[in-house]
């Protein structure tokens, strides 16, 4: 043993230089090898055990010796990497020659043998071909007899489908025709040519005719002479192109009279494409179409009586100014020339005429900004810098700023929104202008004016410190002529005019206030406005 295992041999690693990758790659590949090879052997014998008609069991074994010698000699290259035991090595690699030999030659003297032995699968469709032919001639005779059993019981399947087929249709038509004349529509159905087929009940109840005048062309008898031939000549039109129809026209009931219809027709297709069938309804619209033409008339009325309006606002505030200028000319002048000479109650009454004309020239000017505010909607349309006007206001309004001590801060986060520049200074001043005007006693004005987004809308708050108001009056604070303090100057017409002025650009005005603490007005406008001006 000393011999066989224990001499001066270089293991077989010093010829990879021990590299790891090379050393370790011959070594797992030569272990996979040796494991493939042992389980041949093993599964040689396996099917020799359960083969016992195999005839050539000593070249099995044979074969497995020179297999499990190869896995052997794998086993021994992974050993000498680290151990050299070639001497071993040699000897099973000398057996497995032998072996390999014995299998060579017994596998050349076995071959012509084993390849005229037939192939299991031909012995097994060999005996299945038998068994077949016998089976086929015990059944042939149970096909036969079953055979007419088969076509009877077809037969009898195919009579019930076809019962119940039948009933399913005349159920579906019963269900179509009493939904069809529980709908308040008259409704018809027609071929594929346009050639009517069914009128529910309504029709027939409207129009008087009996379903066999109706079917085919007779329906059109039913059309008013001015419309049937548009109507026909419209059908026909779709029909032939295979498209929705739709037109309206006057239909003349049982008693005569005629009512206005909106007729629509839409083709049954199959899965080809090809139309089979047409579904249609005739909805009565006689009323819609009465109530159109009163609102298109009324429509003019009011028009006229706005234009009417107008005329008599721009008519009165252009007649009157000149008359009350005068009155503020001539009562100045009274009032220059005597009131070093009248009473202290003479001086006040001139000072009250005063006031009423001044207030009546307010009025005036009011009207004319109603006016002007109704007829100029989304005019002058354009991209409005909010900052702009910001800057724009303090300094027109500086010294009323400086008077009230008022503080203005802004939160721009949104600084531009589409609206007419005129209508938007109108409104901005009106409410900034109110912040400080209704300003709390004790404290200085504080306004803020912040910007957002908020849905299809650029939202503008303005928020201040003053005297508020009570929440339940704020519909009343948008009325025309509406005030709720009475301690500071107004026409009450402020508000009114804002409200106005967002709601016929499509915004709207949200307010939100407490006593003694201030309010906040919130102005919404319409982002659509600005997509419009881009296009």
């Known amino acids: 043993m000393d011999h066989t295992f224990h001499r001066d041999f270089m293991p077989h690693g010093h010829c990879y230089f021990w590299e790891p990758g090379i050393v370790w790659t011959h070594a797992v590949s030569d272990s996979i090898i040796a494991l493939a090879y042992f389980i041949i052997p093993f599964m040689l014998v396996h099917i020799v055990r359960k083969r016992r008609d195999f005839k050539y069991i000593w070249m099995g074994v044979l074969f497995a010796v020179f297999i499990l010698g190869c896995g052997t000699t ?15 090595d040699a000897s099973i690699r000398v057996i497995t020659a032998l072996a390999s030999i014995g299998t060579a030659i017994m596998l050349v003297k076995i071959t012509p043998k084993i390849l005229v ?6 012995w097994k469709q060999v005996n299945e071909e038998l068994l077949t032919n016998q089976e086929s001639l015990l059944k042939s005779n149970e096909e036969l007899s079953k055979t007419e059993q088969i076509l009877k019981d077809l037969n009898a399947d195919l009579e019930n489908r076809v019962k119940q087929r039948t009933e399913e249709s005349l159920k579906k038509a ?3 025709e009493f939904l069809s004349d529980t709908i308040p529509q008259l409704v018809w159905t027609t071929d594929a040519d346009g050639q009517f087929e ?11 005719q009996s379903l066999e005048k109706a079917k085919g062309s007779g329906w059109s008898e039913a059309i008013h002479p001015d419309h049937v031939e548009y109507a026909i000549e419209k059908w026909r039109t779709c029909v032939q192109e295979e498209v929705e129809f739709q037109t309206e026209f006057c239909l003349r009931n049982a008693s005569g009279a005629y009512r206005w219809f909106l ?6 297709k199959n899965k080809n494409g090809k139309v089979t069938k047409w579904f249609g309804t005739c909805t009565d619209i006689h009323d819609q179409k009465v109530q159109a033409k009163e609102l298109e008339a009324a429509n003019i009325d009011l028009k006229r009586i706005n234009n009417d309006l107008d005329n008599f606002i721009y008519t009165a505030s252009h007649d009157l100014r000149a008359p009350i200028s005068n009155m503020e000319g001539l009562l100045n002048t009274i009032y220059g020339e005597a009131k070093d000479v ?3 109650e003479v001086n006040t009454l001139f000072m009250m005429l005063n006031t009423s004309v001044a207030r009546l020239k307010t009025t005036i000017d009011d009207l004319t900004d109603i006016s002007r505010v109704q007829k100029n909607v989304n005019k002058d349309l354009t991209t409005i810098d909010i900052s702009e006007v910001l800057e724009e206001f303090k300094e027109n309004h500086k010294d ?14 949104e600084n531009f929104v589409a609206f007419s520049k005129k209508n938007f200074r109108s409104v901005f001043y009106n409410l900034v202008n109110n912040a400080i005007k209704y300003h709390h006693p004790d404290r200085n004005p504080e306004i803020t004016i912040s910007t957002g987004k908020e849905g299809n809308y650029i939202t503008l708050t303005i928020a201040d410190n003053g005297i508020g108001f009570d929440n339940s009056q704020r519909d009343k604070l948008f009325g025309m002529f509406k005030r709720l303090h009475s301690h500071v100057e107004g026409s009450g017409i402020g508000l009114y005019i804002v409200k106005r002025i967002m709601e016929n650009s499509n915004g709207k005005v949200e307010v939100d206030s407490e006593v003694g603490k201030g309010s906040t007005f919130k102005l919404y406008f319409p982002i659509l406005g600005i997509e419009e001006e881009g296009k």
């Open 400 to 413: 009323q700023i400086a008077t009230h001590s008022a503080v203005i801060q802004a939160n721009l986060a």
């Open 117 to 122: 032995i037939p192939s299991t699968e031909k």
């Open 198 to 208: 069914y009128l529910n009940k309504r029709w027939l109840q409207y129009t008087g």
């Open 174 to 176: 019963e269900e179509f």
């Open 342 to 344: 009248c009473s202290t």
């Open 74 to 88: 794998h086993v021994f290259d992974v050993i000498n990497i680290w151990k050299p035991y070639y001497v071993a």
């Open 263 to 268: 007729a629509k027709g839409i083709p049954m």
